[in-house]
């Protein structure tokens, strides 16, 4: 926690938190672009975000890009912030995001935790029913998880399974499972009260895809990272996502760590 509050004590470091929070998955190229400060200057203080396990790298081809990792803030919320005056708190967010006119701009969402369990127990927590209903509050996803299988979701405890089109992609036991997200549904669209319309335009949007990578950290640590990409940019998609998956992958290490879950909503 001290890296985490010394890595955000300071101005730049938190405007490039910023630039990432805006548009997730930049180079550093990208991110120098429209600040004042050198290509020296932004790589130290990447280095420092790093440390803390506030931004995290992932190449791809040639390229580095970086990504705001929320895992830390989160847990400081989950210590700090009780359920109801969290809620306090994301309604003043959202007032000051209105008020200022902030767009969301992401079209991808990554989440890296480190998790005290074993590559093979995190895998069976990601594909084994058991595990699954107690972190998604009795809900989630089912399969038998092999690259081309079906996926059927369930959105609540004491709701039915419905196949709404998701396949896996990928699944390589202890090591990476990827599969496509479902379009926006209309049992999804009667919870928040959108209109048939709304819903039929929301469903012109293209199919994201979301993809977990499992790797061993040292010692009894292993780290995963969550990328749901695809997304677009201000999107109802992209908003729930960035809310609900942060508190299903919280829940989910808790789960591994200590046999308990949190209470999810």
Not at 170 to 180: F, M, V
Request: charged share 30%; aromatic share 8%.
């Amino acid at each position: 926690m001290d890296a985490v509050f010394k890595a955000l004590a300071d101005t730049s470091r938190r405007r490039l938190l910023d630039s990432l929070n805006r548009d997730n998955g930049q180079t550093l190229r990208e991110l120098c672009e429209g600040l004042d400060m050198t290509r020296q200057a932004v790589t130290k203080h990447l280095s420092v975000l790093e440390a803390a396990g506030l931004v995290e790298t992932v190449r791809r081809g040639r390229e580095k890009l970086h990504y705001l990792n929320a895992a830390p803030i989160n847990e400081i919320a989950d210590r700090w912030i009780g359920r109801y005056d969290r809620e306090r708190a994301r309604a003043l967010a959202d007032l000051k995001r209105a008020l200022e006119g902030t767009d969301v701009s992401e079209t991808s969402f990554v989440y890296i935790s480190y998790i005290r369990t074993t590559p093979d127990r995190l895998w069976e927590a990601l594909t084994g029913p058991a595990f699954i209903s107690r972190y998604f509050g009795g809900g989630g996803p089912r399969s038998d998880w092999t690259p081309g299988a079906p996926i059927e979701w369930k959105v609540t405890a004491d709701g039915e399974y419905n196949d709404w089109g998701q396949r896996v992609l990928e699944a390589e036991p202890g090591k990476r499972l990827s599969y496509t997200w479902h379009n926006y549904e209309q049992e999804v669209a009667d919870m928040f009260g959108w209109s048939d319309e709304k819903l039929a335009e929301l469903r012109k949007e293209p199919i994201s895809k979301i993809t977990f990578e499992i790797e061993p950290a040292g010692g009894a640590t292993v780290k995963l990272t969550v990328t749901h990409e695809g997304l677009v940019a201000g999107s109802e998609m992209i908003k729930g996502v960035s809310e609900g998956w942060p508190e299903i992958l919280s829940n989910l290490k808790t789960l591994l760590e200590s046999g308990e879950t949190l209470p999810l909503g």
